[in-house]
């Protein structure tokens, strides 16, 4: 309420500082008393006049150790960072450091600053620099200290004592520095202040632009860092100057810078008549001028005005050493030219550098006082006024726009004197409006002679405030704040300024705080005053004592002494929303609070109340009926018991009596639910023991609306409450668990929770939703197996809850639905907690029933024959059924009827929400195997699944749950086909199951089928296999599109495809992967193949189409499978015979239906039905974008090179054909196709069959070329041979060699549809399989070979070539032995072939024979080279021999 002197830091260590400035005063000694040195004073007579003297004359030490400060130079930086204090040729600099939550200013340099013998600080100065850093916080980036000397030098220093510049501006001592900072334009009559340094001395004034000199410092800053880490010396830049001579003023001691001002038009002419006399000539425009004013002697205050433009800033320093650089090089660049060097003349050190002379500034007019001497002239932040203190004890304000003196104060001698600009806080009401806030402005005057600080409201205004200080202090008036700024970053920078400090001698700073109030009078200083007593409570609740007692009792004071019931109000708005208040505490003070209001009300004439005073009356009752709810509550929760009930041994029976429903059906429930729970048995969430919610949280979820009408409430508990609409999720739900938890799990307390909510004034609807949320969001904390009395709590509840609301809301008219019952229904619907849900459904159905009006307990019957369907004995025994002797109406048992068939329907729906959501839940078991390839990529958490979600998630929602489980769980395809069907079908679809995947039905897998199959009862149509597959199929896809380095996703996907047994739906759905999905991917890679001419490397793929080479392979084997099924499912379904689009449509559509519970639903198109939907495809588009598709999976499996898919095996048409919509009719190549094509794509078949064969494995050797001759065939032999036949033939059936002929088939049947001439591949075939030894496998191919004798003649050089090997093996007397032997010619030939060539030569000579016998089979007896293979026949029965 008043001005307040608080201390704001303390200097550490001041005797050290003390002991640096001023090592003359040392420390007083430590005096022993006479006693101890064994003398006694009454020996030596010491009388009383000595006595006295002694201690005069200690006090007058004491008095000149603490005057200390009064000498020196001291300096606080505004941003309180950095405190500087000099004498004579000492300095010592203190930064400030935060110690226990307390600002210290410790020493962080001391030393001598004189660079000149006998030179002394005159003036210091701290100035914050502005950052430039974006991420600034607003804090100055570093402080220079400036200094001024006895020498005229102008010293600058970095925090750590580095000097940065030093420059002699002027030849005589420099009396004061000082500074102004930026100040944006307040009004459209005043300019804009920029940064200015102003340097006083005897007779001139030197001004130094603030931009200027910040960019230097910064310069010099980063020299300084540079010479430290280099080495060298700094040469800073010399600074542009202003220098004024004020020559007028006979002495001048301080002075202060108003800033450029522009006259008016008035004051233009006035100055001019004076000047210039009735003839002066006036300018149109006034020109603006800097006004500067001084303080001393003859005149008394002299105002000067320096006209912008009419002195430019002296630079002649920078010339002379720019022109003495320039000069050093030239003499030193012609010297080497001649051959001589000059030797370059050092300047004098003791030489000052020149002193530009003054501009001559002429005294504009003065204060005239002959006898007065200025000390001192301190400028106002607003610029408009001055105080100055002269020898005579006089404190003088000045106007600085018009010159005068506008207040005298008088007997303060040796007065210091400040201001402080107070900022008026605005209340809610005014910080709507976009006014600008008022502002004050105080004058701080310090009497140090008679130890007072005072402060007086500007201009005429009173003496608000004195305080009683010690009699050497320092009173710090700063006036500026940081260097740097602009009208930009002005805005955006709000460092923390002090305006007005005083400093103690014993390191003690204190700050002055003035509230705003103080400066206003009547109505204004009633608010003022309001809004300060506001903002000494908040300041107080931010630092809450720890004595509960005094902090009640000083906000009492505080809220009773406030007078305007807003602000009265908003007061207590911040006591109830203190964090850590009690709850007691808020009580007490709001019961206090209300006490007074109706006791003032009781003394005034009702009629003449405010509607304030009214409102603020009704805001403490509702406050205070909310906290003793809340300590009500706080008590039960804490005597609640946290064991939850115990096992019963009947639940069913407990259920049923509780719920009015009859033992099977509440079996039934509980069945559901402790499966449900079963597997949600991982996910246990608790409540917070105790519950952790603040009187504050409680409060702030209220609202308390006021009408006229609330005054004449009856009682307490007629006051209208409402929850607030902006609390958030997390909010609603905590105070729902603080009302609730004791209810619903601990039963002693439920009545006491009943009595107190049904008196809190709450609003039913709110209560409701706030328990249905705590009930849903618990439901592995009250759901437990065998234990029903949470659902008995939950049931006491929803009744006492359902008698305080609405009679008109609960009881609807007739044919239409309850709102009070429809909103429970649709909180129950939207749940995501299944078996909450479930027995909060229950349970709220068998209290409608109990509240329907006229109904007597006597007429509830139920029906026990255990033989009718269970729905029709749910609906029998949760509805009450009319007696004959009933009065009640039709339409009111109409109304009954409606609700209750909803109830019905939502139970049920809840039933098989609850089953669905079991199946969901169910997972893997731990330790048990799965597919590993991806296993890892489908997530691991369930599906949430509620009411609202599968009504509004469309007819194939429940599917894509499922299916989004089956992909989790990895249940192999073939597992799903077992269905409601008949058992034919059964069979066929398992077969067909069988066939698509290899993988082995795992037992664990088995058990997850069951479970699925299990769902089958109760969603007939839903999970048809056919439309589960088709959902399985896009999750499939879906998930590898996320990942698409897991190709096992897609293949998986595509082995579900084919269980899809209707061809429409099969045909749709795969056109709608290609679409979506493989079509992209497709096309970059082979317009990648194109590019490269090759199977491209890793990190092509990568970049280009997103997978790896290894996946891009597999990628590529699944789009020959897709395209596969595609075009089996045109051939097999009937509509590709049909020639019209209309004729497709209307043969077999699969009719998707839905389950009776659901039909009410709606939502998005399932992909079962948009599958069906799809356009028929083009047969011919899709085989050729098969045969595109076989050729580049066939380019990367073999890694082939010099290979273009699109170039070399596919015209123009054929190539624009490609990645079209399979259901358009591009035009596509015709039967001639170019000969060139033709003949590049049997070559490429060829290659791919040469690339398969080569990937066989090598035969065993069966003759060890070693031995180097054939022997006999013995016996033995004969059986060893026979031995590694049987092998070799066995080989033919492993993996890679089925592999292998696997691909050859499928290059033969690709040159089918290539239409190349497939017998030369087929032949090529042969001829790879004999050349590699595997001549079973080529015997087999060998009969499907048409051109015989082409192949008869390939297979004779082959011959040739493995018995030429064999003789070159063999012995050398061996081989003579059988050349001789053979004819010349025969003998010719063989030298003639290369065993290079042949792949494989180690082959048996009882094969070769076998195979040369075939050879002579193909080739007809007039062929040329029958007769050497009958000379062949003969040399090898003559090698045999």
Known sequence: MSCTLSIEANIQNVSSVRKFLFPSLLEEPVTK????????????????????????????????????????????????????????????????????????????????????????????????????????????????????????????????????????????????????????????????????????????LVTIDGFSLYQSLRACRNQVARAAAGGSDVQPPPLAYKKWGLADQANMVDHISCGVVTPSLFDQLQTASILGGYGATITQNPPPAARYITSGTNPYVAFFFAVEGTAPPIISEVAAAVASKLKSALISGVGGWLGWKGKPQGEDPQKKPKVEPATPLPLRFGLPDLRRHGDSIILSPSRQLAATTDSFGRVILIDTDKGVAIRVWKGYRDAQVGWVKVTEDKDRDAMATDSPPREALFLIIYAPRRGILEVWAMQQGPRVAAFNVGKQCRLLCPGYTMMGLNNVTFYSNKPHTYQCCLVEPSGVIKIINVPFHLILSGANSKRARDLHLLKKLSTMLSTPSSHEGSIEKQLVNIITDIKIVALKRQGLEKILSHKILPAELMQNVIRTVKNNIQQALEKEDPDSIAPESRGLLHFCKVQELLLDVYITISQLNKQATQAMGMAENNPEQTLAATLSVSVSEALQYLSAVDDFMRE??????????????????????????????????????????????????????????????????????????????????????????????????????????????????????????????????????????????????????????????????????????????????????????????????????????????????????????????????????????????????????????????????????????????????????????????????????????????????????????????????????????????????????????????????????????????????????????????????????????????????????????????????????????????????????????????????????????????????????????????????????????????????????????????????????????????????FDTKGKNAFFKDLHSYPLLPGSDIDISIISARQQFLCRIVSAAVGTLPTPPAYLNKDDGAVAMETDKEKELLQSDLDAYQTMSDNKVVLEACKWADIMLELGQRLEVDVDTVRRHYCNELYSRGYDYLGQEVLNSVNERCQLGCDLLVLVGKRLSHLMSTAEPKRSVQLLSRLPPTLSTWLKQQSPSDVHFPYVPLLLTAQLLSQVVSLLPETHGQYSLAIQLVESIDIMRD
């Open 680 to 1209: 949600s048995a991982g996910n246990r969430v608790h409540f917070q023991d105790p519950i952790d919610m603040t009187p504050a949280a409680f409060l702030s979820c209220f609202i308390c609306p006021y009408h006229h009408a609330d005054d004449n409430a009856p009682t307490v508990t007629s006051l209208k409450v409402l929850m607030s609409s902006d609390i958030d999720e997390q909010l609603s739900l905590k105070l729902g668990t603080f009302l609730f938890k004791c209810g619903l799990t601990g039963g002693d307390s439920i009545s006491a929770l009943c009595s107190c909510l049904e008196g809190s004034g709450i609003p039913a609807a709110d209560l409701m939703s706030l328990l249905l949320r705590v009930w849903l969001s618990s439901e592995t904390e009250l759901i437990r197996p065998r234990d029903v009395s949470p659902v008995s709590n939950l049931h006491c509840l929803l009744a006492s809850i359902t008698r305080t609301a609405d009679a008109h809301a609960i009881h609807a008219e007739p044919n239409t639905v309850s709102p009070w019952w429809k909103s429970v229904r649709d909180i129950c619907t939207a749940a995501e907690a299944p078996a909450s849900a479930l027995m909060a459904a229950v349970a709220a159905r068998s209290v409608a029933a109990s509240v329907v009006p006229n109904n007597k307990s006597g007429n509830k019957e139920q029906e026990s024959q255990e033989d009718k369907d269970t729905d029709q004995e749910a609906i029998s025994l949760s509805s009450p059924t009319p007696s004959t002797t009933s009065t009640d109406t039709m339409e009111e048992w109409e109304t009954v009827a409606m609700d209750t068939e909803h109830w019905n329907l939502l139970v049920r729906q809840l039933e098989d929400v609850v089953v669905l959501s079991t199946l969901l839940r169910t997972k893997v078991r731990d330790g048990v195997d799965r597919p590993p390839s991806y296993a890892e990529t489908m997530g691991k958490e369930h599906k949430v699944v509620s009411v609202k979600g599968l009504l509004e998630g469309g007819t194939g929602s429940i599917a894509a749950l499922v299916a989004n489980w089956v992909a989790r769980t990895g249940i192999l395809p073939s597992m799903l086909s077992v269905s409601h069907h008949a058992e034919g079908e059964d069979e066929e679809a398992m077969e067909l199951g069988a066939d698509v995947t290899s993988e082995p039905a795992l037992p664990e897998l088995e058990r997850l089928a069951d479970r699925y199959r299990s769902q089958l009862e109760r969603f007939p149509y839903s999970l048809d296999p056919e439309v589960l597959h088709a959902h399985c199929t896009w999750e499939y896809v879906v998930q590898w599109n996320k990942d698409p380095e897991v190709i096992a996703l897609l293949e998986r996907s595509i082995e579900h495809l084919k269980l899809v047994g209707n061809a429409y739906l099969q045909h749709g759905l795969g056109c709608m992967m290609w679409h979506t999905f493989m079509v992209k991917r497709f096309s970059a890679t082979a317009f990648l193949m194109e590019k490269v001419g090759k199977a491209p490397k890793d990190r092509l793929c990568r970049k280009d189409v997103g997978l790896s080479d290894a996946a891009l392979t597999n990628f590529l084997g699944q789009c020959n499978n897709l395209l596969q099924v595609i075009l089996e499912a045109e051939v097999e379904s009937p509509y590709p015979f049909f020639s019209s689009q209309a004729e497709v449509e209307s043969s077999h559509v699969p009719v998707f239906d839905i389950e009776d519970l659901w039909q009410a639903t709606q939502g998005p198109t399932s992909i079962a039905e948009l599958a069906a939907e799809q356009r028929v495809s083009n047969y011919q588009l899709l085989q050729h974008h098969m045969k595109l598709s076989s050729i580049m999976h066939a380019v990367m499996v073999f890694s082939l090179r010099t290979v273009k898919p699109l170039s070399y095996y």
């Open 33 to 204: 008393s006479p006693a101890d040195d064994g003398w006694e004073e009454d020996d030596w007579g010491w009388g009383e006049e000595f006595i006295e003297e002694t201690q005069q004359q200690k006090k007058k030490k004491e008095e000149e150790a603490n005057s200390w400060m009064e000498d020196c130079c001291i300096s606080l930086s505004p941003t309180n960072d950095l405190l500087a204090l000099a004498f004579e040729d000492r300095a010592v600099f203190l930064s400030h450091k935060w110690d226990s939550d307390k600002l210290k200013y410790q020493m962080s340099w001391k030393g001598p600053v004189n660079l000149e013998e006998g030179e002394c600080v005159t003036s210091i100065m701290c100035i914050p620099l502005a950052s430039l850093k974006r991420s600034s916080t607003g804090g100055p980036d570093w402080t220079c200290v400036m200094m001024g000397f006895t020498s005229g030098y102008i010293r600058m220093y970095t925090e750590n004592g580095n000097l940065l510049l030093s420059q002699l501006l002027h030849e005589d001592p420099v009396l004061k520095v000082k500074c102004s900072s930026y100040q944006p334009r307040r009004h459209a009559g005043v300019a804009e202040q920029l940064e200015e340094l102003t340097i006083l001395y005897p007779n001139a």
